[in-house]
């Protein structure tokens, strides 16, 4: 693997975990590392919630803080990880909490073709409740690929973060090499352009109208 890839993989602690969160976390890893046949990562990030709602998943900030990040150093230590970060979901007081605390070299926050707050707040990553509605959000943005301004609804939303000069890093999710092999041709891409992000700004308001 060429030495600037950058490789990250991420750790979601379910509800029986939450009482053996470092050994938890350790394991997911090494799991981690053996499918992707590598001594070390990157980038390893945790993937819950941060809130305290008392949804079965979420951490609250002191869990996080106080038991989380010294595993990742301890990670990080033993030359396992380089870098440790967060999913932004969650309250944004919360994950705050755990920014400010130090010891967090990255915070993913969401950038969505049909609501672009996620670039100006931290915001949920998920749009909807479920993996259904978010598809059918997502093929409400078909034009884009009818009027040939991109190959595909994946295309268009890797080429519309590329167009966003305040993101610095996409990290993109994949199951098979022809995905990523995909991902990295819209990338190499240019950026949509300015006539199709006011194109996407119209669709946005336009499912925004429909949602409220």
Partial sequence: MRRDVIVGTKVRLIPTDHDRIAEAITVSLENSLRRLRREQIDLLQLHNEISSSGRSDALDAVTVVD???????????????RFGGISCKGDADAIH??????????????????????SQTVV???????YGAD????????PLVRE??????VDAALRFVAAERRI??????????DQLAAAVASIN???LSSA???RMSELQKALANADG
């Fill in 97 to 118: 909490r755990v920014i400010t605390a130090g010891g967090i070299d990255t915070a993913q926050s969401g950038a969505e073709e049909r609501d672009p707050r996620g």
């Fill in 135 to 142: 598809v059918r959000w997502a093929r409400l943005f078909e």
């Fill in 148 to 153: 040939a301004h991109a190959t595909s609804l």
């Fill in 189 to 191: 891409k240019d950026p």
């Fill in 168 to 177: 610095a890093t996409v990290l993109v999710g994949f199951s098979t090499f």
């Fill in 196 to 198: 199709v992000l006011n």
């Fill in 67 to 81: 038991e989380m990040m010294p595993v990742f150093e301890r990670l990080r230590s033993r030359g396992k990880i």
């Fill in 124 to 130: 949920p990553m998920g749009s909807e409740p479920d």
